[in-house]
């Protein structure tokens, strides 16, 4: 543990101590509780029970008595609107709740829902539609922008999808969502050229028409599948989460700085924004702009070891610094013979600049790599797949602690490296063919962490040994995004189809899925480890807030 996170600790877990004695009884009296039931099951576990008030909700799942309970340092007196998560069931009984200075007791009562296809997640789609998994796994290209119920509520046929929808949703660039599209940099153009282009989607068009409402149904010609409620371990868990002041902010990366506060990445707008978590505000930072006719956004926000934040601000094509001390922003546009069209700078990996004042970036636009000398303001670039017949996507880049770079290939099933001082580049395959390994995690041995979406696992490169081990998710399509190491060695990741959260007993290799509390859409993640247990933060990025999840084991 880092000196500072152990002083921090240290000095939390003397803090109750200095308290008056009722206010540390009041830390585990109970706010709030009472037991959920159904006709169809009786007693339910598993549900996920929210309280919110103004912009923060608080939730607690039932137990398997079906009992939950709010701790009162979570819920102060005061009304609250209730809701549950429980695929199938709606809340039948009061939505309101008064809660006094003492416990309150309110049972809730559960009825069947009349819309499940409203509550089902993406994964509950791909569990539920028709299809080999091939053919399911063409629908992981749909869920970076919006739900699958969107489309499955469609009735458009095949050529409609084929000469119109497909191409349209191309013509958006990946941090659009309904309620903030952007489009992509010619897209008007790649319409215009019809016939030929139209052809791509035939395949996936074709599938799509068999699957939605097309024809005239009124209903789909499947069962819809739900995926099991949280039980044991997974229910014991509180979440808190903060909305923020847009439905159109979607908080792609969210990370602590050393005083709790949550920094998150605007995917979509050209904001850097900080929440404060006990208080519920938002402050939001205009970023300049760099190229005023290109999308807006960022997505990788990473800090320096001394507190600066890196940012990268994708079509505006440029690596950005945010100092919290002035409050300023600067920015490295890229090179010209690198600012195309196509340029797209996702990642910044600052962590290990301290060493030889470099900092690593990356290129989505034509699979590059770049790296930023502090000192002269100069970004060089590696194309390692230039002359490669096979398509590649650098993912991800994440500097190991002598500021090598490690890369992800999103597009195969490999980790790359380059050597900081030679500049030599090593491919290394990882054990499941086309897995898609997408973003990375090192810890203080140098052990690569990595979520490999297409292939449902999360893999660990020893680049020390230069071996791999792979643990495969309990769930089918978990898709797995990002991956975190917490201090107990315990690994956690999100899915962005299931709304789950899964963390990993690296060492006894057991897994507890954590469901969070409304359908989103999980990017990064991050773990808290001053506090006791650990606590996991993630941004809704289809939501629009920021989720504490604090696991009470
Ligand atoms: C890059 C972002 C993006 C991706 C990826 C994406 N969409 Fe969309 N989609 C949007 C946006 C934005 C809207 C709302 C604006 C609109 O309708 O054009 C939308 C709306 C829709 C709609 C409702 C509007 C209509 O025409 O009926 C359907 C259906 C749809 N998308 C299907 C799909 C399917 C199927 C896929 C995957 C093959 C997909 N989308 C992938 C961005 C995307």
Redesign the pocket.
Do not use: A, D, E, K
């Given at each position: 543990m880092r000196l500072a996170a152990a002083l921090r600790l240290a000095f939390l877990s003397l803090a109750p101590s200095l308290l008056p004695l009722d206010t540390a009884n009041a830390q585990n009296a109970v706010a709030l509780t009472g037991q959920v039931t159904s006709t169809e099951e009786g007693a339910m576990e598993g549900v996920l029970v929210n309280a919110r008030k103004g912009t923060i909700t608080i939730t607690v799942v039932s137990d398997a008595q079906g009992r939950y309970s709010f701790p009162a340092s979570k819920l102060a007196p005061g009304q609250y609107a209730l809701s549950i998560r429980a695929i199938g069931y709606d809340l039948d009984n009061s939505k309101t709740v008064e809660v006094g200075p003492r416990t309150t007791t309110h049972n809730l009562t559960l009825k069947k829902t009349e819309d499940l296809a409203a509550q089902m997640s993406n994964g509950e789609w791909l569990h539920s539609v028709p299809g080999t998994d091939q053919q399911k796994g063409?629908?992981l290209?749909?869920v970076?922008?919006?739900t699958l119920e969107?489309?499955m509520r469609?009735s458009?046929d095949s050529k409609t999808?084929m000469e119109?929808?497909?191409p349209?949703?191309q013509g958006?660039?990946?941090q659009?969502?309904?309620q903030n599209?952007q489009l992509r940099r010619g897209a008007r153009l790649m319409e215009e050229r019809g016939d030929q282009r139209v052809q791509v989607f035939r395949n996936?068009a074709e599938f799509?028409g068999t699957i939605n409402l097309s024809g005239g149904k009124s209903t789909w010609a499947f069962d819809l599948k739900r995926l099991p409620r949280p039980k044991g371990r997974a229910t014991q868990v509180i979440y808190t989460e903060y909305d923020l002041p847009r439905d159109t902010i979607s908080p792609h990366d969210v990370v602590l700085d050393k005083d709790g506060i949550a920094w998150y990445s605007s995917f979509g707008e050209q904001f850097f924004g900080r929440l404060d978590p006990k208080t519920g505000a938002v402050k939001e930072y205009a970023m300049p702009l760099h190229k005023p006719d290109f999308p807006r956004g960022s997505l990788g926000l990473r800090a320096d070891r001394a507190g600066n934040w890196w940012l990268g601000n994708m079509y505006q094509a440029a690596i950005v610094k945010f100092d919290p001390k002035t409050e300023r922003f600067t920015a490295w546009p890229m090179p010209p013979e690198y600012n195309i069209d196509a340029s797209q700078v996702n990642m910044v990996r600052p962590e290990s600049s301290h060493v030889d004042g470099k900092v690593w970036s990356q290129n989505n636009g034509f699979a590059a790599v770049h790296r930023l000398d502090l000192s002269t303001g100069k970004i060089e670039t590696y194309e390692p797949f230039k002359t490669s017949k096979v398509p590649h996507n650098i993912y991800d880049v994440i500097p190991d602690s002598q500021n090598n770079v490690y890369f992800t290939d999103f597009r195969n099933f490999h980790i790359g490296r380059i050597d900081a001082k030679t500049g030599e580049v090593k491919l290394y395959a990882a054990l499941t063919p086309r897995s898609a390994p997408r973003r990375g995690y090192m810890d203080e041995q140098d052990r690569l962490w990595f979520g490999m979406y297409r292939a449902d696992r999360v893999g660990l490169f020893n680049t020390r040994t230069e071996t791999f081990k792979e643990w495969l998710m309990p769930t089918k399509w978990a898709s797995p995004y990002d991956v975190v190491l917490d201090r107990n060695e315990e690994l956690w990741t999100g899915s962005m189809i299931t709304d789950q959260v899964t963390r990993l007993n690296t060492k006894t290799d057991e897994m507890v899925e954590y469901l969070l509390p409304r359908t989103t859409n999980i990017r990064r993640v991050y773990v808290d480890n001053t506090t006791n247990p650990v606590t996991f933060w993630v941004g809704s990025n289809h939501g629009a807030s920021i989720i504490k999840l604090e696991p009470l084991d």
């Open positions: 063409l629908l290209s749909c970076g922008c919006h969107r489309f469609s458009h999808l119109i929808t497909l349209r949703m958006y660039v990946n659009s969502i309904p599209p996936v799509l």
